[in-house]
């Protein structure tokens, strides 16, 4: 459905008067135009757009899953598609969502395709233990030149972190920092922020850094998670007790509450995080 179909379609719906819902942003001519699909108003007067929204009570991302058909977006799906074919390490999945990713991208030179192609190239390298050369990367490259990172950026390199080598991952450790404190507690990134901080710690105990996995775990404990964040929640006590451990503390102050991680994370159907959690401890303990 067009945008503006969308948008009168709320309206309606809403029982929202047009002289409301235009106020002083626009004309009543301008909005009969852009109504009728006549003027597109997206592209020539974005603010009156975002105008209209705020009146509607309706984000522009809210708008763009109406528009959709009360679906993600197509690029939402793919990449969703792509996230779990590398955490299955399903290579013929991957290559299959490569070959999907470049008739995408090179007839419409789209960035999102061309960045997914850089992020398969990584994970499937990763998977192959093969070598690769990053600065023919283009989303390496991009996310290195960036300076501020929105939830796009933040999701690629959440994809990508894990087939990254310690020296690969050093140049977006300050990045990352910095974009984080951006953030705060703002409720949108609150929870992906946190999810991001977690791998980074699993990534650096991996790796058997246990200095940065440190220092990433103090950063945890500044969230204020709310009771509805079960996952998030089971992650935190685990780290928290994790960090005791780290600390050489007396078994007896962690290991029955990592146990009890591992039990949950089970009975909540989490085969894989408890896995995580067992692999994790082992890695510190041997």
């Not at 779990?84 to 991208?105: F, M, N, P, T, V």
């Not at 953030?183 to 940065?212: E, R, W």
């Not at 949950?264 to 896995?275: Q, W, Y």
Request: charged residues 20%; proline residues 3%; aromatic residues 12%.
């Amino acid at each position: 459905m067009e945008y503006h179909k969308v948008i009168s379609e709320l309206r309606t719906n809403k029982n929202i008067k047009v002289s409301d819902l235009i106020g002083d942003n626009m004309s009543r001519s301008s909005y009969n135009r852009f109504i009728s699909g006549k003027t597109d108003i997206y592209s020539q007067h974005l603010l009156a757009l975002l105008a209209l929204l705020d009146q509607l009570h309706v984000s522009f991302s809210k708008l763009e899953y109406i528009a959709n058909g009360y679906n993600t977006s197509k690029e939402d799906t793919f990449f969703l598609k792509v996230i779990l074919a590398a955490r299955a390490k399903d290579h013929e999945g991957l290559i299959l969502c490569y070959r999907q990713a470049q008739s995408l991208a090179q007839p419409k030179h789209n960035d999102f395709y061309t960045h997914v192609l850089g992020a398969l190239d990584l994970v499937i390298r990763q998977l192959k233990s093969q070598p690769y050369n990053l600065s023919d990367n283009a989303l390496y490259t991009y996310l290195i030149q960036a300076f501020s990172w929105t939830d796009y950026e933040f999701k690629f390199f959440q994809l990508i972190l894990p087939a990254l080598s310690p020296a690969e991952l050093e140049p977006f450790l300050a990045k990352i920092e910095r974009n984080l404190a951006k953030f705060g507690s703002a409720t949108p990134y609150n929870q992906k922020s946190f999810n991001l901080i977690c791998d980074i710690i699993f990534y650096f105990i991996q790796h058997q850094n246990y200095v940065n996995a440190s220092h990433y775990l103090t950063l945890l404990e500044n969230y204020d998670l709310t009771e509805n964040l079960v996952y998030e929640k089971l992650l935190l006590t685990f780290f928290t007790n994790l960090k005791k451990l780290l600390l050489h503390q007396p078994a007896n102050t962690w290991r029955r509450p990592l146990t009890k991680c591992i039990a949950t994370a089970k009975f909540l159907d989490m085969p894989n995080l408890a896995e995580k959690f067992e692999q994790t401890i082992l890695q510190i303990t041997n």
